[in-house]
């Protein structure tokens, strides 16, 4: 996927982005328990996994 489309996921959908970038992980539901706390915190936890390349 490219990587504009998964910046823009990142924004506005973290949870997706991360389940797409990471799968069904730690961080998949980090993710989702950061998005819960405010949305900011998980949208930062998701671009970090899409810039950072982390894999699942």
Do not use: E, Y
């Not at 489309?5 to 973290?14: R, V």
């Amino acid at each position: 996927m490219a990587p504009l489309i998964k910046i823009l996921l990142a924004i506005f959908l973290p949870p997706v982005c991360a389940f797409i970038q990471v799968g069904l992980s730690l961080h998949f539901l980090l993710n989702i328990v950061l998005t819960l706390l405010g949305g900011v915190p998980g949208m930062v936890h998701a671009l970090w996994l899409v810039v950072t390349d982390k894999r699942g």
